[in-house]
């Protein structure tokens, strides 16, 4: 599945709900950080190839601002993972500081680039992405969407439905994830921190638990070892990093999977397939 973004001759296909994530997170970013009676600027347009017409063009799409700005320093570090930019932006960005980093990678899948730019602190802000387009069919604008970028032409065979819960505090992320996990047939409930998901499993059965790893009250590691000799439930963790000691605390925890962000949907269909032969062990 796959969605279609016209510029004035060209169009781009790629992963509807990916694009819908990085999106949401400059739009919210920029709402969030722009005081009142401020403004904020969403342009699109056709960067042509040197070589002419739209086949090897991009199209640019910015999302400007008049709020708090950058500094320097900041826009060395803007991109990195688990960075917080300076004492007085301190969570700029949301969670862990993963939301622009996972943004630029799924921008990246797509073959495009991301980038930052700010006069200063006050002086507002522009994040810039662009992506690679073809020439559209005359016969049909919106052309045949690709395979969702990242992943294999043959997606893995959907699990048999099941009850999941899913934790993620970013709310962008957890909105995709849920609505492509419905969207497969599973009934989903969110929490977003290590509370509502405790509250959750008291209250309702579920079959595997999907947990980002770093929770505001918590991490997803401590409530997977709680929900395993509670509840004996396993589930798949979602984590910025991917590291050999990552992983063993992961499967210690209880965690079947440990998916490093941001997540291949295939691969995550994969991971849930797991669960009809992993056995669940009373603590």
Known sequence: MGVAWLAQRSSLTGDPARLQQVFWNLLRNAVKFTPSGGHIHIRS????SPQGGAVGSRLCIEVSDDGIGLDAAAMERIFEPFEQVSPDQKHLFGGLGLGLAIARAIVARHQGTMRAASAG????????????????????????ASPTAGTSHAAPPVAAPMRLLVVEDHEATRQVLTRLLTRDGHHVVEA??????????TTQRFDAVISDLGLPDGTGIELMEELRATHGLRGIVLSGYGMEEDLRRSREAGFVAHLVK?????????????????PVVAE
Do not use: I, K, Y
């Open 121 to 144: 602190l006050g002086l507002g802000s522009t994040f810039t992405v662009e992506l690679p387009v073809t020439a559209a069919s005359p016969s049909d604008p919106t052309t045949t």
């Open 262 to 278: 941001p997540v291949d949907m295939n691969d995550l269909r994969r991971a849930l397939r797991q669960f009809a032969q992993v």
């Open 192 to 201: 977003a921190s290590l509370a509502a998901a405790r509250a959750a499993a």
């Open 45 to 48: 347009h056709d960067d042509p």
